[in-house]
């Protein structure tokens, strides 16, 4: 993610390299060692956990992050649609990243509201499992979710041109919805921008994905939330630029309207 601040840059599906871009880091020679040893021992070991099928997806300083499906169907107990998953794993000094990002990821999936099962099935990533794995005497951190079938909103943007004003104010709503559910448990995701958006090719379904910089936030009645200067640049709000001590659920709204006109 070009100009992110956030240390944790690429998503859970696709950076900006998309499931249909995987040779990124392949045609890179520079990279190419690198990325083949990573993946490698990636597969090496999730081989022996029941996986298979495996896609390379996206790859930074936090880590490596592959697509691959279970021969089972299932993950700690529980049913993964179409047996696919995204597996992330985070390098050994991600652990506070680690521990946040998948404390989210358990809150939203425990959201009791009716409500926000009903709506935020399908426009929140779905969070299956996480582990801590020793690989080489050195711990090792996965995190498991859901596949998405779709394209970021950088990539249509990118392959478009101009998306339609009928598919702008779909997604514009479906993100809002998804906001509104973070923000009503008490969590800012503090970093919308095209990349962490994936989008349907028909345009009706949408996913925010990328909980790696999002944060509880700690006073509802001010909003305050956990500051720091993370994001991505041409997204993010004014406060958190300037590192102002308020940053609350109005930082998330300005970044949807900066999508809004990234769109148009």
């Known amino acids: 993610m070009v100009g992110s601040y956030n240390s944790d840059n690429t998503n859970n599906n696709e950076g900006d390299n ?6 990124k880091y392949i045609n890179n020679n520079k990279d190419y060692e690198l990325y083949l040893n990573d993946f490698e021992k990636f597969k090496e070991n999730l081989l022996k956990d029941g996986w298979e099928d495996f896609e390379f997806l996206g790859k930074g300083s936090y880590g490596i992050v592959i697509k691959a499906k279970k021969k089972d169907g299932q993950i700690n107990g529980i049913d993964i649609r179409n ?49 801590v794995k020793i690989e080489d005497e050195q711990e090792y ?10 394209k970021s909103l950088h990539r249509h943007v990118k392959e478009k041109q101009r998306i339609d004003d009928q598919d702008i104010v779909n997604i514009t709503w479906r993100l809002l919805v998804a906001l509104h559910i973070l923000h009503c448990n008490q969590i800012m995701h503090r970093d919308i921008s095209p990349n962490n958006i994936l989008v349907s090719d028909d345009f009706k379904d949408i996913k925010l994905i990328d909980f790696g910089s999002s944060s509880h ?11 720091g200067r993370v994001g991505t640049l041409g997204f993010i709000a004014p406060e958190i630029i300037f590192e102002n001590n308020y940053v609350g659920r109005k930082s998330d709204i300005w970044s949807v309207g900066t999508i809004v006109l990234y769109m148009l």
Do not use: M, P, W
């Open 83 to 131: 047996k696919y998953c995204v597996i992330k794993k985070k390098l050994k000094n991600k652990k506070l990243i680690f521990d946040s990002e998948s404390q989210i990821l358990i809150n939203i999936l425990d959201f009791k509201n009716d409500y926000n099962y009903t709506n935020g099935e399908n426009l929140l990533l779905r969070y299956y499992y996480h582990e």
């Open 141 to 150: 951190f996965y995190i498991y979710t859901e596949f998405f079938n779709g």
């Open 217 to 227: 936030i700690i006073s509802s009645s001010k909003s305050l939330c956990a500051v």
């Open 18 to 23: 998309d499931n249909n871009n995987n040779n």
